[in-house]
T-cell receptor, first 113, second 108 residues
Framework: NAGVMQNPRHLVRRRGQEARLRCSPM?????VYWYRQLPEEGLKFMVY????????ESGMPKERFSAEFPKEGPSILRIQQVVRGDSAAYFC???????????FGDGTRLSIL | GIQVEQSPPDLILQEGANSTLRCNFS?????LQWFHQNPWGQLINLFY???GTKQNGRLSATTVATERYSLLYISSSQTTDSGVYFC??????????FGKGTSLLVTP
């Protein structure tokens, strides 16, 4: 009965490189959410996806960030040309149908050198 | 968007003490969750409580939706309770809106 699985747990990139963060939702969940936590802050919503559809991306930065949740495989959060300010913990959550709680993964800690 | 305020921002307790954490929110909600972020950064689901009262061991929570607040009670605190406690709410939108958290330190 696996929970939300995120990988990698830690990711180090140099400025200008690309970062790819993966999230496999809980079994039976078709709603995926990505949140970002900057140091010493609460979590901020980035994007909400269902299979093959972006439903709400109002929290995503306009440039360099993209997300997908393909028909097969995990959801991917992609950050192109990373900068120091992208250093943060990125959390994925999933939810079942209807009024259900969101279940969170352990996060990916992204560090930019 | 909906505003979430948590108090107190910081709390230091001696092991065995009880505490109450508060979460105020600015609008009607259809989801409210309490989380514990442990020192390793993991986010642990404590309660899904848009209304009413729930208990789980030494922890309990009450949400009074009509008055727009929720309370988290920790009884007989232990050092392993240390970490940051977040309240998060959802209105008619899709996202959970998090408060800034209460940082709890339980000393031996």
């Amino acid at each position: 009965n696996a929970g939300v699985m995120q990988n990698p747990r830690h990711l180090v990139r140099r400025r200008g490189q690309e970062a790819r963060l993966r999230c496999s939702p809980m079994k039976g969940h078709s709603h995926v959410y990505w949140y970002r936590q900057l140091p010493e802050e609460g979590l901020k919503f980035m994007v909400y996806l269902q299979k093959e559809n972006i439903i709400d991306e109002s929290g995503m930065p306009k440039e360099r960030f993209s997300a997908e949740f393909p028909k097969e495989g995990p959801s991917i959060l992609r950050i192109q040309q990373v900068v120091r300010g992208d250093s943060a913990a990125y959390f994925c959550a999933s939810k079942g149908q209807g009024s259900q709680p969101q279940h969170f993964g352990d996060g990916t800690r992204l560090s930019i050198l | 968007g909906i505003q979430v305020e948590q108090s107190p921002p910081d709390l230091i307790l001696q092991e065995g003490a009880n505490s109450t954490l508060r979460c105020n929110f600015s609008d009607s909600v259809n989801n409210l969750q309490w989380f514990h972020q442990n020192p390793w950064g993991q986010l642990i689901n404590l309660f899904y409580i848009p209304s009413g009262t729930k208990q789980n061991g030494r922890l309990s929570a009450t949400t009074v939706a009509t008055e727009r607040y929720s309370l988290l009670y920790i009884s007989s605190s232990q050092t392993t309770d240390s970490g940051v406690y977040f309240c998060a709410v959802k209105d008619s939108g899709y996202a959970l809106n998090f408060g800034k958290g209460t940082s709890l330190l339980v000393t031996p």
